[in-house]
């Protein structure tokens, strides 16, 4: 049976609010401080985790201390500092120079359009919408993994095309809540709704998941 756009809406709803429940404290899965910081993880995000991420960067952080220190510092050396993140040199590229670009671009700041931000060495468009939404808080959806394939479980979507699920999605929640919706459903990609094995009998939405095996 096909769901009507009302009734996919209210069990949407309904997801949404037991994340948030289970999840509660929940934030950007993503350690940072200043904005720089996070356009740095970003970059180091593509083909590795949250986890390994926050891993080199907190001590990264520590030596590099400005997005000067990034724009200026020893290229090699960089490289050396993030080598345990895959396709880690040209990673160290794209740091240095995105941070030089907005630098002498952008007067130090990051910039607020999304089509600036996705012309940046190492920046797509969920990297682009993370930065807009944390940095400016402007509602966006990030599109990670876990969340491409939860959505399409949850039957939200039937597109593998991003721009079309990014359309599905918006369709069905609330621009308000889009960030916190793609963070919550990441982190229970992590947790419950594993790839390989997911864990149906303990998810807190298995009734009203239409691809639950409980």
Not at 62 to 78: G, M, P, R, T, V
């Amino acid at each position: 049976m096909i769901e009507t756009l009302a009734v996919k809406k209210r069990r949407a709803s309904n997801i949404y609010a037991l994340l948030k429940s289970t999840y509660p404290n929940f934030q950007s899965p993503i350690n940072y401080y200043q904005p720089h910081e996070l356009l740095i993880a970003n970059i180091l995000l593509q083909y590795s985790s949250y986890e390994q991420v926050n891993m080199v960067t907190k001590t990264l952080y520590k030596k590099y201390q400005s997005i000067i220190d990034f724009a200026y510092c020893n290229l090699e050396s960089l490289e050396s500092d993030i080598g345990r993140i895959e396709n880690h040199k040209q990673k160290a590229e794209n740091i240095k120079q995105s941070c030089s670009i907005i630098i002498d671009d952008y007067k130090s700041v990051l910039p607020v359009s999304h089509d600036d931000l996705i012309k940046l060495p190492g920046i797509e468009t969920d990297s682009a919408n993370m930065m807009l939404s944390e940095i400016y808080n402007i509602p966006s959806l990030i599109l990670d993994n876990h969340v491409k394939r939860i959505v399409t479980l949850l039957k939200f979507t039937r597109s593998h095309d991003l721009e079309k699920i990014r359309d599905d999605i918006a369709e069905i929640f609330e621009e308000m809540i889009w960030t916190k919706l793609t963070y919550l459903i990441s982190k229970h990609g992590v947790q419950i709704c594993i790839e390989i094995g997911p864990k149906c009998e303990m998810c807190i939405l298995n009734k009203l998941c239409p691809s639950s095996s409980v």
